[in-house]
């Protein structure tokens, strides 16, 4: 059960330079397979990163949330794909039309809408799910949606779409700017393909420790 929870676990490498999430991927080896890449980072090193990734073994899940007309979505996309990340992200915002041509480039990574941030508080639950049957619609294999949430897209949308699941905290670590959480246990139990966790791993004294704790929490889930 541990064995396939570690491949539920992404790490988002929210750092400010290469030199940071490198010594973080060596320090972690195998007992994490994927990796997430955001904004913070790509924006500093690139491809470079990416690249990193896949030399050590490590799959990519490249979170830009791409959100602008049709075709040059569809162009970030196809540079995307050609960096074969395994998981990239487009922002369900952007509409029918752009979500449509992003899911249009052949042989394109597992595609994901991002519905609503999950550091926005309040009752979104009705948004989320509109924008997870639309992103379902127009093409995309999944959604990016906080736990409370996963309940209903499933009921809405089915089995089938993959929901990769930010806003988890573990019990033993601080809430942050998160709003809507979830422990590993309970977003998994909820019905989560993925679960991405940032700080309560990389700000740990024993980062390997804690992601081990996370794979730990998500089996007893």
């Known amino acids: 059960m541990t064995a396939s929870m570690k491949s539920k676990l992404i790490v988002a490498l929210d750092v400010d330079s290469f030199e940071q999430a490198a010594a973080l991927v060596e320090r972690l080896g195998d007992s994490v397979e994927t990796y997430k890449v955001g904004s913070q980072l790509f924006t500093r090193v690139g491809p470079k990163m990416v690249e990193f990734l896949h030399a050590r ?3 990519c899940f490249l979170d830009l949330k791409f959100h602008d007309i049709p075709n040059t979505v569809a162009k970030a996309v196809e540079s995307a794909t050609a960096l074969r990340v395994a998981m990239l992200t487009v922002h369900t915002i952007g509409g029918a039309d752009m979500l449509r041509a992003a ?4 042989q394109h990574p597992l595609l994901l809408g991002v519905t609503v941030l999950t550091s926005i508080g309040g009752d979104v639950a ?3 799910v509109r924008r997870a049957k639309l ?3 127009c093409g995309l ?3 990016v949606a906080s736990p409370h949430e996963i309940k209903l897209i499933r009921q809405a949308v089915g089995d ?3 929901i990769v699941t930010p806003g988890i905290r573990p ?3 601080a809430a942050g700017d998160q709003k809507r959480m979830m422990t590993p246990a309970e977003a998994v139990a909820a019905g989560a393909s993925y679960i991405v966790v940032g700080r309560p791993i990389l700000a740990a004294p024993d980062p390997i420790q804690a992601a081990q704790r996370v794979i730990a929490e998500m089996a007893n889930g």
Not at 103 to 106: E, I, N, Q, R, Y
């Open 171 to 173: 019990a033993w670590a």
């Open 135 to 137: 992103a379902a619609d």
């Open 160 to 162: 089938k779409i993959t």
């Open 57 to 59: 073994g490590h799959r």
């Open 141 to 143: 294999e999944g959604v």
């Open 126 to 128: 009705e948004e989320v």
């Open 103 to 106: 899911a249009s480039v052949p």
